[in-house]
Structures are given as structure tokens and as C-alpha cells.
């Protein structure tokens, strides 16, 4: 997934304004989100007020003390190394790709820090079930399901391209899944205490 980014990252580098094989498909999806009925421009206002920093660092705190008081020590490793490392990487991107939003605001759009936040954080959500036993496909299809609304929502607003919000979900459940599987192998390669 973040080799993915850094595809995205490069094409859109090379030229901001059509990048090469994006630029096309970005324009023909900003021209039928234009067109989005008011309905759905309401909506997106609304997952862009739920989707901003003001409600998920809250949330990203809140799974943090909950974890913490849990002395889930593991889970709360990957809950805020991947907060850390997606930010890190978006706060590197938007000035390096320098892209304008489509709608011409002189703010950085590549990637998108809604995007991004949503997907690590849904995703994020998911692996901390605690048993892996249960099903998860419920949780998944929630998170796919956020992921996909608040990306789209940036769209319609015509505050990020297609590819901005490709390119920040990508990132958030790439950052999400890789160091929650880091920070599970780690564990697992740790000797255990003998309990003869």
C-alpha cells in the first residue's frame, strides 16, 4: 500500500496539474461530482466536520487511554505508532508534491489528511479486536464503508482529486496494517516466561 503512495506521489509529482495516467481520470471524476445532487454535497459536510482533526484526535486519544488502562501494551504500541507514522508521511508528502486543490484553494491537497485519517483509524479500529477468533468481516465492512464515504465526501466538496484520496487511504491503511504486524511479530519472537 505504501509503495502504492510513493507511485502516486511520483506521477502526481511529475506534472501536479495532469499527472500522467491520473490526470484524466481525475478530471472526469471532479466533472461528475460537480454535478453531485445537494443532498450529497449536505452529507459530505457533514462526514467533513466528523472526519476533521477536531473529532479524531479526541477519538485517537480516547482509544489510547482506553488501551492503556487496559494495559494492552502491544495494541497501544501499533494505535500510536501508526498514528505517528501516517502523519509523519502526509506532513512530508503535501509540501514535497506542493499539488493545489481542484478548487484552486492555495492549500496542499496530495495526500488527503481526511482520507488518511479515516483509513488508519478504521482500520486501526478493526485489529484491536481482541480475540482473533471472531469474525471480523463485520468490522471490515464498516471500515471499508468510512474509508470509502469520507474519501468521496473530499471529492464532492471539490477540496481534494481522486488520487489525493486514493493516495491518503492508501497511506493511513498501509501505515495501519504494517506496523500492527510489526509490532505483533516482535512480540511473538520475545521469549516467554517459563511457567514450570
Not at 500522467?20 to 443532498?39: C, H, K, M, V, Y
Request: overall charge positive; aromatic content about 6%; charged content about 20%.
Amino acid at each position: 500500500m505504501l509503495a502504492a503512495v510513493a507511485v502516486l506521489a511520483v506521477l502526481v509529482e511529475i506534472d501536479r496539474g495532469s499527472p500522467p495516467a491520473l490526470g484524466g481520470i481525475d478530471r472526469s471524476w471532479r466533472e461528475l461530482t460537480l454535478d453531485a445532487p445537494s443532498w450529497l454535497g449536505s452529507a459530505s459536510r457533514v462526514l467533513k466536520v466528523l472526519g476533521s482533526g477536531a473529532v479524531m484526535v479526541p477519538l485517537r486519544i480516547a482509544v489510547a487511554i482506553w488501551l492503556l488502562a487496559r494495559r494492552r501494551r502491544h495494541d497501544l504500541a501499533a494505535w500510536l505508532l501508526a498514528w505517528a507514522l501516517a502523519d509523519a508521511i502526509t506532513f512530508v508528502l503535501k509540501p514535497w508534491v506542493g499539488r493545489l486543490r481542484p478548487d484552486g484553494a492555495d492549500a496542499a491537497s496530495f495526500p488527503s489528511a481526511h482520507a488518511k485519517t479515516a483509513a488508519q483509524v478504521a482500520i486501526g479500529l478493526v485489529l484491536l479486536r481482541p480475540s482473533p477468533c471472531r469474525s471480523r468481516a463485520g468490522g471490515w465492512l464498516l471500515a471499508v464503508a468510512w474509508i470509502v464515504a469520507i474519501a468521496l465526501s473530499r471529492t464532492v466538496l471539490d477540496e481534494h482529486w481522486l488520487s489525493d484520496v486514493a493516495a491518503g487511504s492508501l497511506l493511513g491503511a498501509g501505515c495501519a496494517i504494517g506496523v500492527a504486524t510489526i509490532v505483533q511479530r516482535r512480540s511473538e519472537m520475545r521469549p516467554r516466561a517459563s511457567t514450570c
